[in-house]
């Protein structure tokens, strides 16, 4: 059988203020007609279909338009990814559910899939949707060798589980598969990617996965084999750089042939609008724009000069009208300066009252005072709260009254 790996579409993510669903569209379509050409029999994603737990309704038709093509080609199962919602994977589940044939699945809790007609043997996926250290806890607490280890125990035995009942679904001649959303101990992160759900926190490891042909990872955005060597399988990568973080990394599909052994190869595909980074001169950026050298590619710059320039944008959209510019720095050696005025000597700091005015009257909110009777208080209260004489705010005939009361109180005869 073959089968088509890919992963981390990030449908809906945004580099600055610069949609990428164009360069996603164009991305999927590549997907597309590779899937097309190759005719797999399964088609997995491993995981982050969408940039958000709730996206746009652009990237949400985006991609399931695009799932409804893959299926349409082969069986297709998308795990969910720490990116996506378990809640939405849900109900585009159930929606998938009530066609027949069958030929989608979003799977949001760790499960095995089984597929009869695949191949001449029975086919088993045991699928591993991203897993926090919480709910990796959760679900391992019916096994007493795990309570109390790491988040890499948990995993584990969850793996362990799954490849058991896989194994029995299959058969001892059948094909077991894994599909996961997770960190593997070993591998490269991207330079761009959140430590948050990459890092040792997070890292799980390979032991038990060499009961399965092959095993398909989303989650790291830099495509690479699975380190160790321990089990068969690659991480896909993201669907285009996502940032300039990923900006050199070849963005591909994993195509997988399973007979009598595994044979993986990779499938670069297009990816949109390139990122490009320049740090040099005007001169380079001038060679490279020359002629809408520049168009259709978003643009990160830093040009070092000596004397400012202050058209340095129009002189790119001039040869490049259609660059797409998410930062350009102008680096001046001579940098205009602004001249310090000349002062008699330092600043007098400011009184409490004149704070207290300046505070009242810019900052303070929901007052109805007027302002300049109640700074007049506080300037008494302050030059007289200490001294004799000074203003005592009222307080002395508020204290006056109270005796009267409390000596009226005292002369009153007793109720019997």
Same mark, same amino acid.
């Given at each position: 059988?073959k089968?088509?790996?890919?992963?981390?579409?990030?449908?809906g993510?945004?580099?600055?203020?610069?949609?990428?669903?164009?360069? !996603?569209?164009?991305?999927?379509?590549?997907?597309?007609?590779v899937?097309?050409?190759?005719?797999?029999?399964?088609?997995?994603?491993?995981?982050?279909?969408?940039?958000?737990?709730?996206?746009?309704?652009?990237?949400?038709?985006?991609?399931?338009?695009?799932?409804?093509?893959?299926?349409?080609?082969?069986? #297709?199962?998308?795990?969910?990814?720490?990116?996506?919602?378990?809640?939405?994977?849900?109900v585009?589940?159930?929606?998938?559910?009530?066609?027949?044939?069958?030929?989608?699945?979003?799977?949001?809790?760790p499960?095995?899939?089984?597929?009869?007609?695949?191949?001449?043997?029975?086919?088993?996926?045991?699928?591993?949707p991203?897993?926090?250290?919480?709910?990796?806890?959760?679900?391992?607490?019916?096994?007493?060798? #795990?309570?109390?280890?790491?988040?890499?125990?948990?995993?584990?035995?969850?793996?362990?589980?799954?490849?058991?009942?896989?194994?029995?679904?299959?058969?001892?001649?059948?094909?077991v598969?894994?599909?996961?959303?997770?960190?593997?101990?070993g591998?490269?992160?991207?330079?761009?990617?959140?430590?948050?759900?990459?890092? @040792?926190?997070?890292a799980?490891?390979l032991?038990?996965?060499?009961?399965?042909?092959?095993?398909?990872?989303?989650?790291?955005?830099?495509? !690479?084999?699975?380190p160790?060597?321990?089990?068969?399988?690659?991480?896909?990568?993201?669907?285009?750089?996502?940032?300039?973080?990923?900006?050199?990394?070849?963005?591909?599909?994993?195509?997988?042939s399973?007979?009598?052994?595994?044979q993986? #190869?990779?499938r670069?595909?297009?990816?949109?609008?390139?990122?490009?980074?320049?740090?040099?001169?005007?001169?380079e950026?001038?060679?490279r724009?020359?002629?809408?050298?520049?168009?259709n590619?978003?643009?990160?710059?830093?040009?070092?000069? @000596?004397?400012?320039?202050?058209?340095?944008?129009d002189?790119?959209?001039?040869a490049s009208?259609?660059?797409a510019?998410f930062?350009?720095?102008?680096?001046?050696?001579?940098?205009?300066?602004?001249?310090?005025?000349?002062?008699?000597?330092?600043?007098?700091?400011?009184?409490?009252? @004149?704070?207290?005015?300046?505070?009242?009257?810019?900052a303070?909110r929901?007052?109805t005072?007027?302002?300049?009777m109640?700074?007049?208080?506080?300037?008494?209260?302050?030059?007289?709260?200490?001294?004799e004489?000074?203003?005592?705010?009222?307080?002395? !005939?508020?204290?006056?009254?109270?005796? !009267?009361?409390?000596?009226?109180?005292?002369?009153?005869?007793a109720?019997?």
């Amino acid at each position: 059988m073959k089968l088509l790996h890919t992963a981390d579409w990030h449908l809906g993510a945004r580099l600055g203020r610069h949609d990428r669903l164009p360069d !996603q569209v164009a991305a999927v379509r590549a997907v597309l007609e590779v899937a097309r050409a190759e005719q797999p029999g399964l088609i997995v994603h491993a995981g982050d279909l969408f940039d958000a737990s709730r996206p746009a309704y652009e990237a949400l038709e985006v991609g399931v338009q695009a799932l409804g093509r893959l299926a349409e080609i082969a069986p #297709t199962v998308v795990v969910c990814g720490n990116h996506d919602s378990r809640a939405l994977f849900r109900v585009i589940d159930r929606l998938a559910g009530a066609v027949r044939p069958r030929r989608l699945w979003m799977v949001s809790e760790p499960r095995v899939l089984a597929f009869a007609e695949l191949a001449p043997q029975p086919v088993a996926l045991a699928c591993v949707p991203f897993i926090s250290p919480a709910g990796a806890a959760d679900l391992a607490s019916s096994d007493p060798h #795990t309570a109390g280890g790491t988040y890499a125990d948990a995993i584990r035995s969850i793996n362990d589980q799954l490849l058991a009942e896989a194994r029995r679904t299959a058969g001892a001649r059948g094909i077991v598969l894994y599909a996961a959303h997770l960190h593997v101990h070993g591998a490269r992160p991207g330079r761009s990617e959140r430590r948050l759900t990459v890092g @040792e926190d997070y890292a799980t490891h390979l032991g038990g996965l060499e009961h399965a042909l092959y095993c398909a990872f989303g989650h790291i955005h830099d495509p !690479q084999l699975l380190p160790g060597g321990a089990a068969i399988g690659r991480y896909a990568g993201s669907l285009v750089p996502l940032d300039y973080g990923e900006r050199v990394q070849r963005k591909q599909v994993v195509l997988v042939s399973i007979g009598n052994d595994v044979q993986v #190869t990779e499938r670069e595909i297009a990816t949109g609008r390139p990122l490009v980074e320049i740090n040099g001169s005007l001169e380079e950026l001038k060679l490279r724009a020359a002629n809408g050298g520049l168009d259709n590619h978003i643009l990160k710059a830093r040009i070092h000069s @000596e004397h400012p320039i202050p058209d340095l944008a129009d002189r790119l959209l001039a040869a490049s009208p259609h660059c797409a510019v998410f930062d350009l720095h102008n680096v001046s050696a001579r940098q205009a300066a602004r001249a310090i005025a000349p002062s008699a000597g330092p600043d007098k700091e400011p009184s409490l009252v @004149e704070q207290f005015r300046e505070w009242r009257t810019t900052a303070a909110r929901g007052v109805t005072a007027p302002h300049e009777m109640v700074a007049e208080l506080l300037a008494e209260a302050l030059e007289g709260g200490d001294g004799e004489g000074g203003s005592d705010l009222g307080l002395g !005939q508020l204290h006056g009254r109270a005796q !009267q009361v409390l000596g009226a109180l005292g002369a009153a005869p007793a109720r019997s």
